[in-house]
T-cell receptor, first 115, second 114 residues
Framework: AQSVAQPEDQVNVAEGNPLTVKCTYS??????LFWYVQYPNRGLQFLLK??????LVKGSYGFEAEFNKSQTSFHLKKPSALVSDSALYFC?????????????FGAGTRLAVHP | NAGVTQTPKFQVLKTGQSMTLQCAQDMNHEYMSWYRQDPGMGLRLIHYSVGAGITDQGEVPNGYNVSRSTTEDFPLRLLSAAPSQTSVYFC?????????????FGEGSWLTVV
């Protein structure tokens, strides 16, 4: 069975510092990986995805993620954090077959960026 | 840019009441689904549909019904609400066919059962 783990419940970062939100995965076959962000009382917004190709994926709001096959990781990164980046971040892996299409989510990591 | 629209955004129900969460998308997506979000558990799939007239169960279907009479709409029905159904519910949609397609989510429906 496919699974995703986000080992940190919360990440605290000072504004202007780089941030990393960790994600590891377990899949059979090639992984299709996604990051979503949820701002308070809002829905999930798509940030970026890895399908194939370059291991460094660039997404919305200055975020990027690094796919590492040997470490089965897909960590979310940003060079300089903003207070407005404070939110709940979810990593997910796609489980797919004809007639079936779902995302398997990690438990989420709360990012707190302090001024 | 409507995307995926859910109503209501907030609802309080009494135990045993029934209600329907509405979901509509204007992107002509074949695939629609409902997830529930609970603290520390991420999102879990309740029901999904790969097209009008076709629905199937996800991980946590008990206590919920769905139907898909049109491509655009995918309502979720709570038959007899229980406190364990207090959660945030998200509707999602995407094109079907390949796993490359991004799944888009609605704004969520916050449901409290007392």
């Amino acid at each position: 069975a496919q699974s995703v783990a986000q080992p940190e419940d919360q990440v605290n970062v000072a504004e202007g510092n780089p941030l990393t939100v960790k994600c590891t995965y377990s899949v059979s076959g090639n992984p299709y990986l996604f990051w979503y962000v949820q701002y308070p009382n809002r829905g999930l917004q798509f940030l970026l995805k890895y399908i194939t190709g370059d291991n460094l994926v660039k997404g919305s709001y200055g975020f990027e993620a690094e796919f590492n096959k040997s470490q089965t990781s897909f960590h979310l990164k940003k060079p300089s954090a903003l207070v407005s980046d404070s939110a709940l971040y979810f990593c997910a892996v796609r489980e797919f077959s004809p007639g079936y299409n779902k995302l398997i989510f990690g438990a989420g990591t709360r990012l707190a960026v302090h001024p | 840019n409507a995307g995926v629209t859910q109503t209501p955004k907030f609802q309080v129900l009494k135990t045993g009441q029934s209600m329907t969460l509405q979901c509509a998308q204007d992107m002509n997506h074949e695939y629609m689904s409902w997830y529930r979000q609970d603290p520390g558990m991420g999102l879990r799939l309740i029901h999904y549909s790969v097209g009008a007239g076709i629905t199937d169960q996800g991980e946590v279907p008990n206590g919920y019904n769905v139907s898909r009479s049109t491509t655009e709409d995918f309502p979720l029905r709570l038959l007899s609400a229980a406190p364990s159904q207090t959660s945030v519910y998200f509707c999602a949609s995407s094109y079907s066919g390949t796993r490359r397609n991004t799944i888009y989510f609605g704004e969520g429906s916050w449901l409290t059962v007392v």
